[in-house]
């Protein structure tokens, strides 16, 4: 029978070899690869590491030599998450009799044994109950003073652990590579924009955030963002104690470009993806969201359209809506792709001052691709829809109606608002109507009215439908 190497990697500062790298995706999970560095010796080894996250799927452990040269084998794998702690320590002395340390500000702390009844503690559980404790034959619920506890046994953990049994079959040293898939990071994309209130040409500033609320802090890790929808199986919720309870913001890393002209964040098509790598090592603490800037344009060309969107069979729709449009070109100071995120528009006033003028969010933009999002409703536009005229004849499945949509301009300034015309059903077409199509799809169509200052004017239209 082969002898038992032990081999005990407690302190996880010291079981890296290399900085840990960290891809994290758009659905609140993230891929952790660190290093270990392994002593194995001929026969079969135990190897504990503890720096993995709380929020870790140990299903998705990979434990391997990256370089392919040396030969072990993984008999056996196992995950704990019960670090222990007082709730936790209690419910293991239930029946049994403790010291507790009542504390005084006016006279000396005593010793009181108190017999643990109920702990409290219930395993999986955020909400625990109140502790039983029997002291001097009597019941109270609530400690009588500070537990005091036994040494620790072997078998207690003080944080997530993940342990192998290794077979090999000669001594050897090996740097291997621990990765896995783990919830608890979040990253996201945001815009800024400004613009002056007279003009149409944007600056824009792009950051990404980064949550860490995995439990562990990673210090000068690499780390990727990885943009797009990748499918993951479900797989069963595990509650942890490592949520999200506070944040601490970290400093920016800088403009888009550092001082040598070098991006701070690079961008690339990774398989059906997009996969953003910082450029330099960053420590991404506990509870920390950590903010870098990886894009930054000046004078892109914008364009402001006017909306009034509405069905066919509603009679008054929302109020003219007001969009901010832009191609994502090269020749457009872009050219970028564009991660999903919050996008804020921000105005010059003639004292240069911004004022805040919108904000929704953008969709994963491709290069080239249009760049759209309303930012608000206009004050000084105003449509009206009614209808006119209905009819309905069931027999043969039909319906038609004449719509009136009246639009005024109460701008100091000329505006085109393009009136939106959407229906539900397939087969229509219009009959009549007071002014050509701009566009006309499968089902919607749009008519564009020029408005000068003051100006007023009414459109017209009859839809024939059948279903």
């Known amino acids: 029978m082969k002898t038992l190497a032990l081999l005990q ?58 370089a392919g040269k040396v030969d072990f084998k993984i008999l056996e794998q196992s995950y704990r998450n019960d670090p222990v702690r007082e709730e936790l320590l209690l419910s293991m002395f239930e029946g049994q009799t403790l010291e507790f340390e009542e504390q005084s500000e006016h006279k000396p702390n005593r010793i009181i044994l108190g017999k643990v009844i109920r702990s409290g503690y219930v395993l999986g559980h955020q909400d625990q109950i109140d502790p039983i404790i029997e002291v001097d034959g009597k019941l109270q619920f609530r400690l009588p003073g500070r537990p005091r506890f036994p040494a620790l046994k072997d078998s207690n953990i003080l944080k997530p652990t ?37 003009s149409d040409a944007v600056d824009l500033v792009g950051w990404v955030a980064m949550d860490n609320y995995s439990g562990v802090t990673f210090t000068d890790a690499k780390i990727k963002l990885m943009a797009g929808n990748v499918y993951r199986t479900p797989r069963q919720t595990r509650i942890t104690s490592s949520r999200r309870s506070s944040w601490s913001h970290g400093a920016g890393a800088g403009p888009g470009r550092d001082e040598y002209g070098t991006p701070v964040v690079r961008e690339k098509t990774f398989d059906e993806f997009h996969l953003y790598t910082l450029a330099l090592p960053t420590t991404l603490r506990d509870k920390e969201t950590k903010q ?75 290069k080239d691709e249009l760049v759209r999002v309303r930012t608000g409703n206009s004050f000084d536009l105003i449509g009206e829809r009614r209808f006119i005229e209905t009819f309905r004849d069931a027999e043969k499945r039909q319906a038609k ?35 050509p199509c701009e566009n006309t799809y499968a089902d919607r169509f749009e008519f564009k009215v020029p408005l000068a200052a003051g100006e007023e004017k009414t459109v017209t239209y009859t839809i024939q439908l059948s279903w």
């Open 162 to 198: 993940l342990t192998w049994k290794l077979a090999t079959p000669l001594a050897t040293k090996v740097d291997a590579e621990v990765a896995y898939l783990s919830g608890g990071f979040t990253w996201q994309a945001s815009y800024n924009i400004v613009a002056s209130e007279k």
């Open 292 to 366: 870098v800037e990886f894009v930054r344009a000046s004078g892109i060309q914008s364009t402001r359209r006017y909306v009034f969107d509405s069905r066919v069979n509603v009679v008054q729709p929302d109020k003219v809506q007001v969009w901010r449009e832009f191609r994502n070109t090269e020749a457009n100071k872009l050219g970028f792709a564009l991660p999903a995120g919050a996008m804020r528009f921000y105005a010059q006033d003639d004292d240069r001052q911004m004022e805040f003028v919108g904000e929704n969010k953008i969709e994963h933009t491709a």
């Open 9 to 66: 990697l407690v302190a996880a500062a010291s079981t890296f070899a290399a900085d840990p790298s960290i891809t994290i995706y758009n659905g609140d999970y993230a891929v952790v690869r660190e290093t270990i560095a392994l002593d194995l010796k001929a026969g079969v080894n135990q190897v504990t590491f503890t720096g993995a996250t709380a929020d870790l799927d140990p299903d998705s452990v990979i434990l391997r030599d990256t």
């Open 401 to 435: 109606m004449t719509v009136e949509v009246k639009l005024r301009n109460r701008k100091t300034e000329a505006a085109t608002i393009s009136v939106l015309e959407r229906t539900e059903q397939v087969n229509w077409k219009l009959i009549a109507q007071s002014q």
